[in-house]
């Protein structure tokens, strides 16, 4: 296998597959472009790669890294108390989650995803983008390992609710990127068959569990290692995006939020999908710089959000007047991580009855905090302006960004 003079890396080979082309809806001329055996790529093994950086990389990733941390220590800063960070972890983890999904093309509106969250999706984007939410609660859960069974935690949590039938399985087929869906002769990628993927997936774990790697070259590598995989029939990008926070959160580099760094990705996907490419190459560097620009751009991009969110929350508070014991001063932080809301969530949410759960959403109507969304008084929903607008800036820089 060719390797990278460098950093060590083996470049990706091919073996032949046998094909038959199954589609009866094919053209004559589409049976003959897929007939005949196929190339699959056969991976090197990363579980014992001797990593060695050029010190430029090796520093910049190190500044990344500790911005990452100032990050993490910042949102604790600004809001102060556990109780309070709580539902700005969720917000952020909810960005991070759509800004993903952005990526593989699925977009939605902060109002659209808290419906979702609600429970009342208005979108079938904003309910797979929701799965994605659930998909990165499960990677944080699982935070303490990488390993089998933690990335098929996230995956099924992120497909269930898109009625996946293979959610949280390894798929049992050829996958191909790109080309056509008869066959995966003139793809612009073919991942290992199937046969090759449980080898493949423990070389991965044992790299990704080191601890005597740079943290985060080794969660560039591992990222990219995952994507050439492709272990699911669907939902790799989203599901490996969700292993670099576990990973982030495995070496103690985030504790208390989520940094959106799918936002920062997605501020140039066409160096991210390009640097993938390089990796299947051979090639190190682009990814791991990848990683790192987009490391910087979220982290000032998520600061703007901290600080815009933590002013909303300041301004909820002063215009409110109740007694120190109302759930109002509750609902208040809730609506950070939630910023459409009904009376049946603030029921549940802090355990009490219809009448209280409804004073206290009129309080914050009275104080301009809320406003009414839907029409008559059946199922009606209230919603935070300014939380979904600043929701909204966070996901329009990124794009601005972007262009």
Known sequence: MATDPNLGLAAVEYESRPWQASSMHASRTQRRLHAGDYRA????RIGDLDLQLPAELSAESEDALREIVRFDEYASKRLGSSTELAPMSSILL????????????????????????????????????SGNVRAMEAALAV??????????AMHRALMKPAGDPDAGRWRTQQVWIGGSDVGPHHAAFV???HDRLAKSLDDLFVFASRDDLPVLPQ????????ETIHPFTDGNGRTGRSLIHTMLRRAEVIERVTAPLSAGLLT??????????EYRMGHVEPIIRRLNAATFTAVSNGRILIDELAAARDRFIGAVVAR?????????DALVAQPVIDNPFVQRTFDVSDMSAQRAIDRLVDAGVLHQTSKGRRNRVWQADEILDALDRFAERTRRARR
């Not at 790529?41 to 090197?44: F, S, T």
């Not at 935070?143 to 098929?152: H, I, N």
């Not at 969660?219 to 995952?226: D, M, T």
């Open 41 to 44: 790529a056969v991976l090197p």
């Open 94 to 129: 909810r960005s991070e989650s759509a800004a993903s999904s952005q990526i593989e093309n699925l977009t939605v509106g902060a109002r659209s995803l808290a419906l979702a969250e609600l429970g009342s999706p208005s979108s079938r984007n904003a309910s797979i983008v």
């Open 143 to 152: 935070s303490a390992t990488v390993s089998a069974e933690s990335v098929l």
């Open 191 to 193: 991942p290992p068959h």
């Open 219 to 226: 969660v560039a590598i591992a990222h990219a290692q995952f």
């Open 268 to 277: 140039d996907t066409a160096t991210y999908f390009s640097s993938l490419d």
């Open 324 to 332: 120190r014991e109302s759930v109002v001063w509750s609902l208040i």
